[in-house]
């Protein structure tokens, strides 16, 4: 399991109350994930992944210089993280069913396992592929910022604040679940959090 995919799986899931749609952006070196703020109505990027800390392979081919933005239900893509978290092989793919629609079509292997019968296991999620003037509209994080959550070394050290819960001075509330949080680190991450904090 590649070590950011759980992180991944964490931010879909705490917006999937409030988000039912997210932007998957990828492009050839990362992923990121987008949705427009309540206040605002304005699109932005929230969190960032490297490909190489996601996906063992990754190749993308696009117009629009090898990015592709997809929005998904956050729903779904949250459960199709969660299956790739689980596989060891799996192949997603940009398609069109039979209605001519765009989907993320998957296949799967799971696990090796001895003594097991090794299924396939394939599905399908709709999408909508963004124009390019949607894609360009959606706000990115500060270069500063996306360096920041690329850094390899600064995640681990994110992870590890996250996982020791030391310092925490805020908690986010989604439905029942109650996330604690540092102040400082969410808004740098998000200058709609910021101004909310800031009021």
Not at 105 to 126: A, M, N
């Amino acid at each position: 399991q590649k070590s950011d995919m759980p992180l991944l799986v964490h931010a879909l899931r705490a917006w999937q109350g409030s988000h039912p749609f997210v932007v998957l952006r990828l492009g050839p070196s990362r992923v990121g994930l987008a949705w427009s703020c309540d206040v605002t109505k304005e699109t932005q990027t929230h969190h960032v992944f490297r490909i190489e800390r996601l996906f063992t392979d990754f190749r993308i081919e696009s117009k629009r210089n090898n990015n592709i933005d997809l929005e998904v239900e956050t729903v779904d893509l949250m459960e199709l993280f969660q299956l790739l978290s689980r596989s060891v092989e799996v192949q997603v793919a940009l398609a069109t069913n039979e209605l001519g629609y765009p989907i993320l079509s998957y296949t799967l292997l799971p696990d090796v396992v001895p003594g097991r019968v090794r299924c396939q296991f394939s599905g399908e999620i709709s999408v909508r592929v963004l124009s390019d003037k949607e894609a360009s509209s959606i706000h990115e994080l500060s270069p500063q910022v996306v360096s920041e959550m690329l850094s390899s070394e600064t995640s681990k050290r994110m992870e590890a604040m996250h996982a020791d819960r030391l310092f925490t001075d805020a908690c986010f509330l989604v439905r029942e679940l109650s996330i604690p949080v540092h102040r400082a680190v969410v808004a740098a991450a998000s200058p709609v959090i910021s101004r909310m904090l800031q009021s």
